[in-house]
């Protein structure tokens, strides 16, 4: 238990980088799936409380979402793409790859599923998918 407060950051950080590597390789491709965007940085607070609401929806709703971290303070050129004023900035897209809402700050897992439901699309958890 001791290494669970020095595994846990390594972890995430890891998950980090997985989700930005796919977002890069994603922006090359045409989208299938509507897509959540996430840009943040891995040291922002907020952003950090977003890290697992981001794991949960890509585990969850793998197959029906594509769920895409980019750390803007890293990549400060994707910040400018995405036009991002303030992080946390979140980004949904329909399949077609057309931006349908942009969210600033913190975002409740349950909000988000909310407003993909209030956009129209109906997700369904492969899991116990129950907002929190």
Not at 33 to 60: H, N, Q, S, Y
Not at 72 to 80: I, M, S, T
Request: aromatic share 10%.
């Amino acid at each position: 238990m001791r290494s669970l407060p020095i595994l846990l950051p390594l972890l995430l950080v890891g998950f980090c980088v997985t989700l930005l590597a796919s977002g890069l390789r994603a922006e090359n491709a045409k989208p299938t799936l509507p897509r959540f965007v996430d840009l943040g940085a891995d040291k922002c607070i907020p952003c950090k409380m977003m890290t697992p609401i981001l794991a949960e929806l890509a585990r969850e709703y793998a197959g029906q979402l594509d769920v895409l971290f980019i750390d803007v303070w890293k990549n400060r050129e994707e910040g400018k793409r995405y036009g991002i004023r303030v992080i946390p900035t979140q980004i949904l897209y329909g399949a077609d790859g057309k931006e349908l809402f942009r969210h600033e700050g913190f975002f409740a897992k349950k909000d988000i599923l909310a407003k993909w439901k209030e956009l129209g699309f109906e997700l369904t958890g492969s899991t116990a998918a129950k907002a929190d």
